[in-house]
Nanobody, 121 residues
């Protein structure tokens, strides 16, 4: 079982930047799935960025060009760098991971507990 813990959330103003961190343990090899999600009260959880097997990167259209996902070589940590934040980026951000391939037809099974990001004007 993978264990994840995210951190780095906070309160910022529109246009500012934040970087979220996720520490993950339990990978038995490199080249794994690592992803960031966010959720706001009244809305369903949405995926904002992912590393898939083979280092394929995918971003949600709403964050493309503003957010960057990155990882260390050992895949013990990965980050979500967020810039030019908007009010609509407000929410609880979660990191998630799976060994090897990312799931597309089933839920992620390994989650952090979330970190709050609040963007105000």
């Amino acid at each position: 079982q993978l264990q994840l813990a995210e951190s780095g959330g906070g309160a910022v103003q529109v246009g500012e930047s934040l970087t979220l961190s996720c520490a993950v343990s339990g990978f038995t090899s490199t080249d794994n799935c690592m992803a960031w999600f966010r959720q706001t009260i009244g809305k369903e959880r949405e995926e904002v960025a992912r590393f898939d097997y083979g280092n394929s990167i995918r971003y949600a259209d709403s964050v493309k060009g503003r957010f960057t996902i990155s990882k260390d070589r050992a895949e013990k940590n990965f980050w979500l760098q967020m810039r030019d934040l908007k009010v609509e980026d407000t929410g609880t951000y979660y990191c998630a991971a799976e060994r090897f391939w990312c799931p597309d037809k089933r839920p992620f099974q390994n989650w952090g507990q979330g970190t709050q990001v609040t963007v105000s004007s």
